[in-house]
């Protein structure tokens, strides 16, 4: 299983971005997903995640910070992944990482760090004020 984090750039405060991840060795569609990042001086952390929830739709999750900026998707088409950010802040610069996981489960373990089993290379966001 590989996957490949790109879209990372420098861009100005209140301006987008959009990352993308894609997968090869393992279906998109089936596994649940994730966008965790890293700041400079600080622990990573989680950000976004999307997982199937068995039934008819896709469940996603954000970090309070971005809810209503960030949103997470995918395109089961290109097995691919994507986070768009808007209206972005100097606080989001960081490197940013995604991951997947063959395990579903609570809204609180998809956050975990710890739940994932495969991790993209990461690239950086810098927001410059």
Not at 41 to 50: C, L, Q
Not at 115 to 121: F, I, K, L, R
């Amino acid at each position: 299983v590989q996957l490949q984090a790109s879209g990372g750039g420098l861009v100005q405060a209140g301006g987008s971005l959009r990352l993308s991840c894609a997968a090869s060795g393992r279906t998109v569609s089936t596994y649940a997903m994730g966008w965790f990042r890293q700041g400079p001086g600080k622990e990573r952390e989680f950000v976004a995640i999307i997982s199937w929830n068995g039934l008819n739709r896709y469940y996603t999750d954000y970090i309070d910070s971005v809810k209503g900026r960030f949103t997470i998707s995918k395109d089961n088409a290109k097995n691919t992944m994507y986070l768009q950010m808007n209206s972005l802040k100097p606080e989001d610069t960081a490197v940013y990482y995604c991951a997947s996981t063959p395990n579903g489960g609570s809204p609180s373990r998809l956050r975990s760090l710890d739940h994932y089993d495969y991790w993209g290379q990461g690239t950086l966001v810098t927001v410059s004020s």
